[in-house]
C-alpha cells in the first residue's frame, strides 16, 4: 500500500534508537510495574501474554499430545483400551489416575489448552492495535545523523535540494515505499507484510487450537465390530462402544445402516519383509438415513474413511473369527457362530473365548454352561514345541484352532457385565482327559469328543472381521484452515524484509547540494543494501554528482556519542570512492 504526503510540517523526529525499531511487537516490562498485590497481577499478565511464555505453553502442548498418541484413548477406540489394560496391569491403574486413556479431555492438558488461548490473545490483541497504529502513522522522520547507519551513500551534486528530495519521493513511491517528505528529507518504509505474516501466523494458531477447542465439545465416536456378512444401524444399542461430548450425545447419531460383505488382506509372502501388511480393505453396502433403496456398495481402507452424512468410518482393526458348533450329549446343537479372535502379535496369533450359557442339563443331571478358550492361528507350526501356540505368517496359509473346555458357571446370568472377550473361571472347573487337562488342535472340519459326555465341538471353518471407528468430529475444517494460514503467515514473517530508506537533500553554503541516502533493515540481508545502490543510480538523473569535487563529508558527522548504540553502529564507515554506491553494502544490523 502506498500512503504518501508533502506536508511542510515535519512530524516530531525520533530519537535514533526509535528510528532504528523496525519491530511492532509491544515492548515486554522486565518486572512488576509496583509493588503489591495489583503490581505483580500485572506483571504476571504480562509475562502469560508475551511470545517466550507462548511458545513454551505451545511446546508443553505438544509434549502433553505424546502420550495419546502412543497409548489408546477411550475417546478413539475403546476395544484396544481395555486390551491394553489386561496386558499392562501393573501400570494401568496409575495411569488411569494419571488420565492418560483421556489425554485430550485430561484436566492437565487442559489447563495447557486454556493457558495458550489467554496467551495468545492477550498477545494478539496489543500486537494488532500496535501495528493498525504504524500503518496509519508516517514513517519514521529520517535521524540526525544518517551517517550512522549501517547502509550509508552521499555524493555532491549541483541539483537543488528540493528537486531532489521531490525526485527521490517519486522514485520511491514508484517501488511501492510508503513515503513521507517532510523537513527537507524522504523518509520511506517497506515490508508490512512481514508483520502481516507474524500477525496471521498468531491469528491462525488462534483458529487452529478454537478448531480442536471445538471438535472436542461437539465430537463423538462410537466402535463396532463385525464379522464379514453382518451389518448394523447406527443407534446407541448396536454400537459395542459410544463417547459424547457436551454437544453430542447419542441421540445426535448419524441415522445410516452399514454392513462388512467382506475383507481383503493381503500380506507380503516373500523377501526381508515377510508379513508385513500390503492391503486391508473392506468391502461395505450402506444406506444414510431409514431409505434401504439407495443401498450403496463402498471400500474402508487405513486413513481412507467413507463419510455417510456428518460422520466418517474408519478401518481401524482386523482379525479371524472361527466358526464354532457345539452340541449336548444327545446331538443337539446348543451353540453355532463365528466368534472374533483378538490378534496378539504381528502374525494375527489370536485369543478368544466361546462362552455356551444355554448348554442346559450335563451329563451328572444338573443345569451347567460350557466355556471354551483357546488360540487361532492363521498359519500354525508343524509343533509347538519349544513355541508354544502361535502363529508363523499373519496370513490363512495353514489355520488351526486350539481350544480348552470348562465346565460350570460362566455368571452371565448374575446380571454383572461381563468381557466377552475373556472368560471367569472362578466357578468352573477345566476338563480332563486321561488325567490332563482336556484340550484340541483342529483344522478347519474336524470335530472333538468333549469327555465325560458332554457332547462335542467342530471348527467348521473361519471368517475374517473388522472394527471400525465412527467418528463426528466438527471443526476440522477450522482447523485444517488454520493450519493452511498459519503456514502462509509463517512464510511471509520469514521471507519478507522490513526495510526503511532515507533520503536527505541539503544546500551547502559553498554551494551545491550534499545528498545522503542511508537504510535499516531487521536481517542481515543484502537486498537493502542493492535497494539503495540502485536507488543512488536511479537518482543520478535528477542529482548527478558534481565531477572532480573532493568526498562530501556528513553534516554533523562529529564523533556522536556511542554509549547507547551497538558497537557495530557506533563507527561511521569511510566515505566511498564511488559516490553513487553505498559505503558499505554487506554491513550488518
Not at 509496583?34 to 513454551?56: D, E, N, P
Not at 550509508?152 to 549541483?158: G, L, V
Not at 463426528?472 to 484452515?481: D, Y
Request: hydrophobic share 40%; with cysteine.
Amino acid at each position: 500500500m502506498s500512503n504518501t504526503t508533502t506536508e511542510t510540517e515535519a512530524p516530531p523526529v525520533p530519537s535514533d534508537a526509535e528510528a532504528e525499531r523496525l519491530s511492532t511487537a509491544p515492548v515486554e516490562s522486565d518486572g512488576p510495574a509496583a509493588m503489591g498485590v495489583l503490581g505483580w497481577l500485572r506483571w504476571t499478565w504480562r509475562q502469560l501474554t508475551s511470545m517466550r511464555v507462548a511458545l513454551i505453553l505451545l511446546f508443553l502442548l505438544s509434549v502433553a499430545a505424546i502420550p495419546g498418541s502412543l497409548i489408546p484413548q477411550n475417546g478413539q477406540n475403546q476395544f484396544k483400551v481395555e486390551t491394553w489394560k489386561t496386558q499392562h496391569t501393573t501400570v494401568a491403574p496409575i495411569y488411569e489416575k494419571l488420565q492418560l486413556f483421556d489425554v485430550y479431555s485430561s484436566i492437565w492438558f487442559s489447563a495447557i489448552y486454556i493457558l495458550l488461548f489467554v496467551s495468545l490473545a492477550g498477545c494478539i490483541i496489543p500486537r494488532t492495535w500496535q501495528f493498525v497504529g504504524v500503518l496509519r502513522a508516517q514513517p519514521p522522520a529520517a535521524p540526525r545523523n544518517l551517517v550512522r547507519m549501517p547502509v550509508y551513500a552521499a555524493w555532491r551534486t549541483e541539483a537543488d535540494a528540493a528537486a531532489v528530495n521531490a525526485a527521490a519521493h517519486r522514485l520511491l513511491g514508484r517501488r511501492r515505499f510508503r513515503v513521507n517528505l517532510a523537513d527537507g528529507a524522504v523518509a520511506a518504509e517497506k515490508g508490512y507484510l512481514r508483520e502481516v505474516g507474524n500477525l496471521l501466523f498468531h491469528l491462525s494458531l488462534f483458529a487452529l487450537l478454537g478448531g480442536f477447542g471445538w471438535a472436542s465439545l461437539a465430537s463423538g465416536t462410537g466402535g463396532k465390530l463385525m464379522v464379514a456378512g453382518e451389518g448394523y444401524s447406527n443407534t446407541i444399542t448396536q454400537l459395542d462402544d459410544f463417547t459424547g461430548s457436551s454437544f453430542y450425545t447419542s441421540d445426535d447419531l448419524d441415522p445410516f445402516f452399514l454392513k462388512l460383505k467382506g475383507f481383503t488382506a493381503k500380506f507380503q509372502d516373500r523377501g526381508d519383509q515377510i508379513g508385513a501388511a500390503r492391503q486391508f480393505t473392506a468391502n461395505v453396502e450402506y444406506y444414510a438415513g431409514n431409505d434401504a433403496s439407495k443401498l450403496k456398495q463402498g471400500t474402508i481402507e487405513v486413513n481412507h474413511p467413507l463419510e455417510i452424512g456428518d460422520s466418517k468410518v474408519y478401518l481401524i482393526g482386523h482379525g479371524y473369527a472361527p466358526v464354532i458348533t457345539v452340541r449336548n450329549a444327545n446331538g443337539d446343537v446348543v451353540y453355532t457362530g463365528a466368534t472374533a479372535f483378538l490378534p496378539q502379535d504381528g502374525n494375527l496369533t489370536s485369543t478368544g473365548v466361546v462362552k455356551v450359557s444355554d448348554y442346559g442339563t450335563g451329563p451328572k443331571g444338573t443345569k451347567t454352561q460350557l466355556g471354551f478358550s483357546g488360540f487361532f492361528l492363521p498359519t500354525a507350526p508343524v509343533s509347538f514345541e519349544g513355541t508354544g501356540p502361535i502363529s508363523l505368517f499373519p496370513g490363512d496359509a495353514a489355520p488351526e484352532l486350539v481350544l480348552n473346555a470348562f465346565e460350570g458357571d460362566l455368571g452371565t446370568d448374575s446380571g454383572l457385565p461381563q468381557n466377552v472377550y475373556q472368560l471367569n473361571t472362578k466357578n468352573m472347573h477345566q476338563l480332563t482327559q486321561d488325567d490332563q487337562p482336556a484340550k484340541a488342535r483342529l483344522k478347519p472340519g474336524q470335530g472333538w469328543t468333549l469327555p465325560d459326555g458332554y457332547g462335542s465341538v467342530t471348527f467348521e471353518g473361519y471368517k475374517q472381521w473388522a472394527s471400525f471407528n465412527v467418528s463426528h468430529r466438527p471443526g476440522n475444517e477450522i482447523a485444517l484452515t488454520g493450519a493452511v494460514l498459519a503456514i502462509v503467515g509463517l512464510i511471509g514473517s520469514l521471507f519478507v524484509q522490513r526495510r526503511r530508506i532515507w533520503v536527505r537533500a541539503v544546500a551547502l553554503p559553498e554551494g551545491g547540494t550534499l545528498v545522503e541516502l542511508a537504510g535499516l533493515a531487521r536481517s542481515e540481508s543484502a537486498k537493502i543494501a542493492e535497494e539503495l545502490a540502485e536507488l543512488a543510480v536511479d537518482l543520478q538523473d535528477d542529482a548527478p554528482a558534481t565531477e572532480d569535487e573532493p568526498d562530501a563529508e556528513a553534516p554533523d558527522a562529529e564523533a556522536p556519542d556511542t554509549e547507547d548504540l551497538e558497537p557495530a553502529a557506533a563507527e561511521a564507515p569511510e566515505a566511498p570512492s564511488d559516490p553513487t554506491v553505498p559505503a558499505d553494502q554487506n554491513s550488518k544490523e
